[in-house]
């Protein structure tokens, strides 16, 4: 059974920094594209990160410049680093393959910028 256990979130003030991990159990990273999605209250699901087995990374206009997908594949951990923090970008945070291919979510990672 493939779980996604994400971690790293927080109370975090505007400007602040946060690094977010995703740990997965039952497959091995490395042979997925993977990605970090984003849930705002009250809104759709959405992904603003990715990062293909070969590294290549892409994000969403909203978080170009200031957030970095990163793996570790060694040890089945992929990361989100997130910079100038800005009030909208509080969600829970989920990890999963990108594009989906029916893995179940995890719980996610709470992710609240406020002064």
């Known amino acids: 059974q493939v779980q996604f256990v994400e971690s790293g979130g927080g109370l975090v003030q505007p400007g602040g920094s946060l690094r977010l991990s995703c740990a997965a159990s039952g497959t091995s990273l490395r042979i997925f594209s993977m990605g970090w999605y984003r849930q705002p209250p009250g809104k759709q699901r959405e992904l603003v990160a990715s990062?293909?087995?070969?590294?290549?990374?892409n994000y969403a206009d909203s978080v170009k410049g200031r957030f970095t997908i990163d793996r570790d594949n060694a040890l089945n951990t992929m990361y989100l680093q997130m910079n100038t923090l800005k009030a909208e970008d509080t969600a829970l945070y989920y990890c999963n393959t990108a594009p989906g291919i029916g893995y179940s979510w995890g719980q996610g990672t709470q992710v609240t910028v406020s002064s």
């Open positions: 990062i293909t087995p070969a590294r290549t990374t």
